[in-house]
């Protein structure tokens, strides 16, 4: 059974930062691409965040220079660091996991950026 189990989110003021954890059990975590997208109320799910099973990383404009994507292949665990958030980064926080047509979701995380 894949469980995909995002952790670290919750409220926070705008301009601090935040770091999402994604930890993954019943997939050959090295071998898959992972990734974070989110979905804010009233909006389609976007992509945030990518980090390919070899390492390369794609970041969404609004995310560039303020988030970092990393993954711990020994832990099975994929991170999302976060930095100088904004009001319009609150969203529920969906984890990723994608290898050819084979892919996972995770439940999701809120985080609420308070202005």
């Known amino acids: 059974q894949v469980q995909l189990v995002e952790s670290g989110g919750g409220l926070v003021q705008a301009g601090g930062s935040l770091r999402l954890s994604c930890a993954a059990s019943?997939?050959?975590?090295?071998?898959?691409?992972m990734a974070w997208y989110r979905q804010a109320p009233g909006k389609q799910r976007e992509a945030v965040a990518t980090?390919?099973?070899?390492?390369?990383?794609f970041y969404a404009g609004s995310a560039k220079g303020r988030f970092t994507i990393s993954r711990d292949n020994a832990k099975n665990t994929m991170y999302l660091r976060m930095n100088s958030l904004l009001p319009d980064d609150t969203a529920v926080y969906y984890c990723?996991?994608?290898?050819?047509?084979?892919?996972?979701w995770g439940q999701g995380i809120q985080i609420t950026v308070s202005s």
């Open positions: 990723y996991a994608g290898r050819n047509s084979d892919y996972y």
């Open positions: 019943g997939i050959i975590f090295m071998i898959y691409d």
């Open positions: 980090v390919t099973s070899g390492g390369n990383t």
